[in-house]
């Protein structure tokens, strides 16, 4: 017959699952994902790393679930962002300045979300990830260009286009960034460090967005 988990013995099991998720974000905002080992991320957790095998096969495994749970919080964050402004160019200028602005905040795990060298698996994420933003823009483009707020224009492709735009201008301040310093405290990171020069990238890349979709800056004379 075979073992059926008793639903304490499943609960036990996916709150250490959880844990051990909130511990490797820890972990890969101080490191990156070069420094969220196996062992790392038991050990931040305050597990053994076998019981780590028992919710992840693998590192590309956990790199996968850790990536989806970071992804999925930046998502909300500019959602909501979005929800808060009125017509399609002010919402597509909320998309870029929450991104940017919440990417600098935390440069290392920014970095990670976007350019550090990692397995395979994580890149495949990361075309999901640029295309969730993507669509985001997109929706707000058609939107505007149905309203005549904006010239006629291929939604999608312009939107790429942004993302790409946005994240390549990111990736030099994120890598500038300095590293933070190594802590004893198991479950802290230490504050964010913003990338020295930094301070009007968030405006510098706003005011871009909305001059390559075709339309007026509010800054323009």
């Keep these: 017959m075979a073992y059926r988990r008793t639903p304490a013995v499943q609960a036990r099991l996916d709150t250490q699952r959880e844990a051990v998720l909130q511990a490797a974000v820890l972990l890969l905002?101080?490191?990156?994902?070069g420094g969220c080992t196996m062992a790392a991320v038991a050990d931040r957790a305050g597990i053994a790393t076998g019981s780590l095998y028992q919710h992840f096969a693998n590192k590309a495994e956990l790199s996968v679930q850790l990536f989806r749970r970071v992804v999925t919080r930046e998502m909300a964050a500019v959602n909501a962002a979005v929800a808060l402004r009125e017509g399609?160019?002010?919402r597509i200028a909320a998309v870029v300045e929450?991104?940017?602005?919440?990417?600098l905040r935390a440069p290392r795990l920014a970095y990670a979300l976007l350019v550090e060298p990692a397995d395979a698996v994580v890149d495949s994420e990361r075309l999901v990830f640029r295309r969730a933003f993507r669509d985001v823009i997109a929706t707000e483009i058609a939107a505007a260009v149905a309203s005549g707020e904006l010239p006629e224009q291929d939604p999608v492709l312009t939107a790429a286009a942004l993302v790409g735009a946005v994240g390549e201008a990111l990736a030099g301040p994120l890598a500038a960034a300095?590293?933070?310093e190594a802590t004893a405290a198991p479950t802290r990171t230490a504050a964010p460090t913003k990338p020295a020069g930094t301070t009007d990238v968030v405006p510098a890349l706003v005011s871009f967005t909305l001059r390559a979709l075709g339309g007026r800056d509010d800054s323009d004379a």
């Design 29 to 33: 905002a101080e490191r990156g994902y």
């Design 98 to 103: 929450t991104f940017a602005a919440r990417a």
């Design 178 to 180: 300095p590293e933070p």
């Design 88 to 90: 399609p160019r002010q």
